[in-house]
Structure formats: structure tokens, C-alpha cells
């Protein structure tokens, strides 16, 4: 199967693609990851997003595709794959369909998860990251054990300029501008299912089971 899942930032795409993953038996891919790995070796694709990426621009569509067509066209995503992050555009979306068809596959579902902003909020701005081991903490459901103390290395733990309310509202306000049209252009399709995305991570992951059927 191939799976595309939505969601904004905060809703627990990361969490859940795991679970499914490992489930499903197929490879999860993240655009971020898929950048991190052509940047850090700096490929020809890598340095392509990186001339947009030094001059504070947008990697185009096209490039963004490249990219994400090199990843699928390996041999782990014969069998499937879990999207995370993708597609981010009409775009991107009718590149990733075209690919599909012509290679005798589908988007089989695009699962979106659905949180209200207050509870994203609520998430993302009581986030806090160890600036030596990476941890990450919540000031309500996963507090350090001393203030601003990390439990592992003992380095500090900070909130990263990203999860301040400022920001993360921004962040939200930008996902849904540029995300509603693209489950629009796929709803055409009939294959988006949306999902509640609180409650229990084990009951989110049985509705994701149910929508992926």
C-alpha cells in the first residue's frame, strides 16, 4: 500500500508512523529526512535544494519531487511505503500520482489527523529540548525531574525558538493556507479519510487501522 499521512505540526504524524510502519512492514518517509540525507552527502539532488536553501527561498516543486522520487524508486518501496510530510502541494501531489499510475500503483489512502489548534498549541509551546542529548520534555505530561534540568545528561533544557505560541500559531496559520487545498485536489480522488487526532495514542492508531481498512 502506499499511505500518505497529514496532519499539522503537533497532531503526532512522527508517533504514529511509527507504530505503522513497523505494522505494515514498509518504510517510512519523511521529507525532512529525505533532505537531511542528500544535504549531508552532499549529492547533486542535495546541493541542487541547497542553492535555494542558502538564498532563504523555497525549494521549488520540481526539485522537492526529485527528491522524493529518487527515495521512492528504491528497492524498500516496492512493496509500499508511509508518507510523512508529503505531498506538500497540488503539485507535488499530481507529480506523485502521475508516478504511481505509470508505474501500476496508487495512493492507496491519505489518512489526515485532526487536532484542534488550541490542543497544537498546547503541545508544541510546552515542548522542551536538552541542549546537550536532544531529549525532549513537556512542561505538563513530561516534565524534567529538576527545572530545567535534563534526566539523562544533565545539560540544560531549553524551549527552541520554534515552540514559542508566536511561532508555533504561525506555523499552524502557514500548514493550513497551503495544506487545504492540497487534501482538497485529493478528496477528488477518493482517498482521503480524516481522523480525530486526541485521545489515547493506542485509540488514534486503531482509527488510523480502521480509515486504512
Known amino acids: 500500500m502506499v499511505i500518505a499521512l497529514f496532519g499539522p505540526p503537533g497532531a503526532g504524524k512522527g508517533t504514529q508512523a511509527a507504530f505503522l510502519r513497523d505494522e505494515l512492514g514498509v518504510p517510512h518517509v ?17 546541493q541542487l535544494a541547497k542553492s535555494f536553501m542558502e538564498k532563504g527561498q523555497l525549494v521549488p516543486d520540481d526539485v522537492v519531487w526529485k527528491l522524493v ?14 508518507l510523512d510530510g508529503f505531498p506538500r502541494s ?22 489526515a489527523l485532526e487536532v ?27 516534565p524534567t525531574a529538576v527545572d530545567g534540568v535534563c534526566d539523562r545528561c544533565g545539560a540544560e533544557v531549553v ?12 506555523r499552524l496559520a502557514t500548514y493550513a493556507r ?16 480524516r481522523v480525530r487526532g ?3 495514542i493506542e485509540s488514534i492508531t486503531q482509527s488510523i487501522r480502521l480509515a486504512i481498512g
Open 69 to 82: 522520487e529518487d527515495r521512492l524508486s528504491q528497492d524498500d518501496c516496492a512493496r509500499g511505503v508511509l
Open 178 to 193: 497551503e495544506t487545504a487545498p492540497v487534501l482538497a485536489h485529493l478528496d477528488t480522488l477518493g482517498v482521503v479519510e
Open 30 to 46: 519523511a521529507t525532512g529526512d529525505i533532505f537531511r540525507h542528500h544535504l549531508k552527502n552532499n549529492t547533486e539532488l542535495g
Open 159 to 170: 524551549q527552541r525558538k520554534d515552540d514559542s505560541e508566536e511561532t508555533v500559531r504561525a
Open 90 to 111: 497540488v503539485p507535488q501531489a499530481e507529480n506523485l500520482v502521475s508516478w504511481l499510475r505509470g508505474a501500476g500503483r496508487k495512493l492507496d489512502r491519505v489518512v
Open 198 to 200: 486526541t485521545g489515547s
Open 116 to 142: 484542534d489548534d488550541a490542543e497544537l498549541v498546547a503541545r508544541l509551546s510546552g515542548r522542551r529540548t536538552c541542549t546537550g542529548c536532544q531529549a525532549t520534555y513537556h512542561v505538563l505530561h513530561a
